[in-house]
T-cell receptor, first 111, second 114 residues
Framework: DGGITQSPKYLFRKEGQNVTLSCEQN?????MYWYRQDPGQGLRLIYY???????QKGDIAEGYSVSREKKESFPLTVTSAQKNPTAFYLC??????????FGAGTRLSVL | AQSVAQPEDQVNVAEGNPLTVKCTYS??????LFWYVQYPNRGLQFLLK??????LVKGSYGFEAEFNKSQTSFHLKKPSALVSDSALYFC????????????FGTGTRLTVIP
């Protein structure tokens, strides 16, 4: 988990509320990723960013939004349009075509 | 399209015995394959990768993986299992589009029994 910090570790969302998950990296990596992990389904890609001020939708982008204003930061917003947000969210970064390094994750639950 | 299959949801092995966690893949072009491990409520940790070269890849914590092109497999192995190896293991394949996105299998939970 070294080099990538996700916060908070636990997060609760009320109905109709948007919540933002933080991801910061000090590895000087260009690329960053957000994944959602559900039991028995592995990891699914939500959004990814290859460079600052640019990002692309992954396989399950509906109900989520991101920004990439700084190289070291890639926050994920879970909007009210995401009707089933309860999951474990993982952020990762990589340097070009190499290994992805993961943060410790944020567990999101619905109140 | 890329895909990864981990046919076993759960693998149990006695401490000191060899372990194998299976992975098969489907990819167009050359495969770039990875193994990651996840401990409870933690992120994924990189174990090893195959890009090219020797079919037997050595990684962290005594793990190794055998690439078999004809069987499109990339099984994870360890000669002698430790209780501390108990965790969730993911196989992943990198896509061929240049975006470096990884496609993950559904994971295999390894339990090493003392």
């Amino acid at each position: 988990d070294g080099g990538i910090t996700q916060s908070p570790k636990y997060l609760f969302r009320k109905e109709g509320q948007n919540v933002t998950l933080s991801c910061e990296q000090n590895l000087n990596h260009d690329a960053m990723y957000w994944y959602r992990q559900d039991p028995g389904q592995g990891l699914r890609l939500i959004y990814y960013s290859q460079i600052v001020n640019d990002f692309q939708k992954g396989d399950i982008a509906e109900g989520y939004s991101v920004s990439r204003e700084k190289k070291e930061s890639f926050p994920l917003t879970v909007t009210s349009a995401q009707k089933n947000p309860t999951a474990f969210y993982l952020c990762a970064s990589s340097n070009g075509m190499d290994i992805q390094y993961f943060g410790a994750g944020t567990r999101l639950s619905v109140l | 399209a890329q895909s990864v299959a981990q046919p076993e949801d759960q693998v149990n092995v006695a401490e000191g015995n060899p372990l194998t966690v299976k992975c098969t893949y489907s990819v167009s072009g050359n495969p770039y394959l990875f193994w990651y491990v996840q401990y409870p409520n933690r992120g994924l940790q990189f174990l090893l990768k195959y890009i090219t070269g020797d079919n037997l890849v050595k990684g962290s914590y005594g793990f190794e993986a055998e690439f078999n092109k004809s069987q499109t497999s990339f099984h994870l192995k360890k000669p002698s299992a430790l209780v501390s190896d108990s965790a969730l293991y993911f196989c992943a394949v990198r896509d061929g589009t240049g975006a470096n996105n990884l496609f993950f299998g559904t994971g295999t939970r390894l339990t090493v029994i003392p």
